[in-house]
């Protein structure tokens, strides 16, 4: 299962940064950048209860700004996977792909807050899911949303480290209670930014 992960964290990777590279003119006031992140969530478990587990993965996300540089729009891929979840042990990966709108009050600032707002699909995979289970079926694409914020370090022109990113993940899987899955991922990694200055 990790090898799985890896080998889609590496695929997506490829994928945004030939989609940089393929940026033969960028507004020197706007840099795309891709961020490579590793993701804790928090997750709730059966519905109506508070066994909750965790889940451990990454996100890779591209951001390209727009007009001053404070908005961008932003596409974000978080995989996660989590074992010994509820008294059954049953495993679950989770898979978000969302997109919408990133937020930075100080778009030039070394230190660099940033909130978000992105909405999208998920899709759920494991034995908690696909098994017998009593906690959730239907491991089809679901509405996803998610926000938050977090806080960058610029370190030179091109790259960037991310402190800390804080979110609220909604996902809409079935689960014969209520259809609504609660998650609190955290998240830290590195950016790299293309484009002139």
């Not at 519905?47 to 974000?76: E, K, M, T, W, Y």
């Not at 979840?85 to 679950?92: E, I, K, R, S």
């Not at 230190?111 to 034995?127: I, K, M, R």
């Not at 289970?133 to 089809?140: E, G, L, N, Q, R």
Request: positive net charge.
């Amino acid at each position: 299962m990790k090898t799985s992960i890896v080998l889609l964290l590496f695929v997506a990777s490829t994928s945004i940064l030939s989609f940089a590279q393929a940026q033969s003119v960028i507004d020197p006031r706007h840099q795309t950048e891709v961020a490579v992140e590793y993701s804790y969530l928090r997750a709730n478990a059966p519905p109506a209860q508070c066994d909750c587990f965790s889940l451990n993965g990454g996100s890779i996300s591209l951001a390209q700004p727009f007009r001053s540089g404070r908005f961008a729009f932003v596409f974000d891929t978080t995989i996660s996977h989590g074992s010994q979840v509820g008294t059954g042990g049953y495993d679950l990966t989770l898979s978000a792909f969302t997109g919408g709108v990133r937020y930075r009050p100080l778009s030039r600032a070394r230190w660099n807050p940033f909130g978000e707002v992105l909405v999208g699909a998920a899709h759920a995979s494991g034995s908690l899911v696909e098994g017998p289970t009593p906690a959730a079926s239907d491991p089809a694409l679901v509405f996803a949303s998610t926000i938050g914020g977090g806080l960058d370090r610029r370190l030179t022109k091109s790259w960037s480290l991310r402190i800390i990113e804080a979110d609220y993940l909604l996902t809409t899987s079935s689960n014969r209670a209520n259809d609504h899955q609660n998650s609190l991922r955290i998240s830290a990694g590195a950016a790299y930014h293309f484009g002139k200055r």
